[in-house]
Structures are given as structure tokens and as C-alpha cells.
């Protein structure tokens, strides 16, 4: 039997960092209401997955583009285009590319692992989208440094059973 | 059921030019969410993930989850030392790997 109190101590933590970082995404999401969207709460999963990813790092905005459909007639194919700004050499490139959404049941959409042979920082998938709501790119550059840009996609017809 | 796996490479490419690369596979990508009409949910079964060697080394590699549509299509970019074979490789929640080969020509 684990110790009580070691679990109401680990329970803590959790909320403490979960709470941490639903306020460090909170600036992204303004900035996003800002532009004429409607405030969307981004879901728990959300918030844990975005914690996993960045981890102690904030993320910055800037040297992300994200091509993705003002209106999604179907949320079940929602082409997404990413490219970042980057050299793509062994000194500085970009590592990976996440993509998240604060309202699909799952939040984790897909991450695009990149070293310096890609020579171009960019990747092209579709996407389901349930409902109308932000999709999230960070990506993780070699020095460790994270980028962010949040989109906000209207969703006509949701992606069905996402 | 994973099939038909679809490769587009330039027809030819020069030495040390940056390529695109666009696949598509035939799946379902069944979420794990959705339920029968008998009320019985459907089982997760997607494509977790896909790997892309040149030559035998790793130069792409991506995780999916349940939010990228059935019949998962990326594209993304490599510069290429010269001529070679792409191995792509598409494994999903069962441990079941799908590989497609690309012959990459050099002008």
C-alpha cells in the first residue's frame, strides 16, 4: 500500500504543475482571442500535453508559418501546412514539429521528428478536427528553445467519433 | 487494414538538390471513440508510426495519433546526396510494419 500522504503529496504536484502550465499558455490563447476568436477553454488533455512537450521551457512566437483553412467545411480533412524558419544546419536546425488541438479528444495530433539532411524545416499532413477550435505548433529547435503559433479553425462539420 | 502505400518522388533529381517527398497509405485510422451501431465501441486502430530511411539511414520519422485523417498523408523535404532507395515504413497498433521502397534517380 503506497502512503497516503505521498499520494496526496504527488496529487498536489501534479495540479501545481498542471496549473503552471495552463498559465503559460494563457498569453498564446489571449493573443489568439485578440485576432476575433471567440475564448475557447483548451481541454485538460490539452494542458497536460502541452506541459509534456514544453516541459520547463516557454515557448516563444515568431519563425513559425501554419497554413491551415480559416473555415474546415470537414472537420475530418483539414489539410495543415508548417514550415519554421531555419538554417537546417548541424549547429541549428529544427528537431521536431508538434502538432496539438485544444478540443479533439485526443490533443496530440502528430509530432514530425527533423535533422540538418531535411535542409527545409517543412511538413504537410491532414488533420480531424471535432469542432471549432485552436490548433497549436511548437516547434523544438537544437538549442532548445521552443516556438509557438496558435490557429484558429472554424469547424463546419465536425470529424466524426474523433 | 494498412495497403497501397503511395511514394511521389521527383523524376529526377541533382545531386545535393532539396526534394519533396509526398506519401499516402490506405487506412482507416479508426480513433477509438466511436461506437457500433450496437452501442459496442470500435477498438483503437491507427498508424502510430512512420519512418523513412535513404540508404539505410533515418532521415524522417513522425508519431500519429488519432486526430491525423484516415489515410494518412505527409509530405515533408530532404536534400539528397545523390542516387538511392527510400525505405518508408508505416507501423501500426498491432506491431504491424508496412514498407514501400522509392528508387531516387540522379541526373
Known amino acids: 500500500m503506497p502512503d497516503p500522504i505521498d499520494i496526496a503529496i504527488l496529487n498536489r504536484r501534479t495540479f501545481v504543475a498542471a496549473g503552471a502550465a495552463a498559465a503559460a499558455f494563457l498569453p498564446y490563447l489571449a493573443r489568439a482571442e485578440d485576432a476575433g476568436a471567440n475564448a475557447l477553454a483548451p481541454s485538460q488533455k490539452f494542458e497536460d500535453d502541452f506541459a509534456r512537450i514544453a516541459g520547463a521551457v516557454t515557448p516563444i512566437e515568431g519563425k513559425v508559418t501554419v497554413d491551415l483553412p480559416e473555415t474546415a467545411e470537414n472537420g475530418n480533412f483539414v489539410p495543415i501546412t508548417i514550415a519554421v524558419e531555419s538554417p537546417m544546419t548541424d549547429a541549428d536546425y529544427v528537431r521536431a514539429i508538434h502538432i496539438l488541438s485544444t478540443e479533439n479528444p485526443h490533443a496530440h495530433v502528430a509530432t514530425f521528428y527533423l535533422s540538418p539532411v531535411n535542409a527545409v524545416a517543412r511538413v504537410q499532413t491532414r488533420m480531424r478536427l471535432a469542432k471549432t477550435q485552436n490548433v497549436v505548433v511548437l516547434a523544438e529547435q537544437s538549442n532548445g528553445e521552443m516556438l509557438i503559433l496558435t490557429t484558429l479553425v472554424k469547424v463546419t462539420i465536425g470529424g466524426c467519433g474523433i | ?107
Open chain 2, 1 to 107: 487494414m494498412t495497403a497501397n502505400p503511395r511514394i511521389k518522388l521527383p523524376d529526377a533529381a541533382k545531386a545535393g538538390e532539396v526534394i519533396e517527398i509526398k506519401t499516402l497509405i490506405t487506412h482507416v485510422m479508426e480513433t477509438g471513440n466511436r461506437h457500433d451501431k450496437n452501442g459496442k465501441p470500435i477498438p483503437r486502430d491507427i498508424i502510430n508510426s512512420f519512418v523513412v530511411k535513404f540508404e539505410g539511414q533515418q532521415v524522417f520519422r513522425a508519431t500519429f495519433g488519432p486526430g491525423i485523417s484516415a489515410n494518412p498523408y505527409v509530405a515533408f523535404h530532404m536534400r539528397v546526396p545523390g542516387p538511392g532507395v527510400f525505405e518508408f515504413a508505416w507501423t501500426d497498433d498491432h506491431g504491424v510494419t508496412t514498407v514501400a521502397t522509392a528508387l531516387l534517380k540522379v541526373a
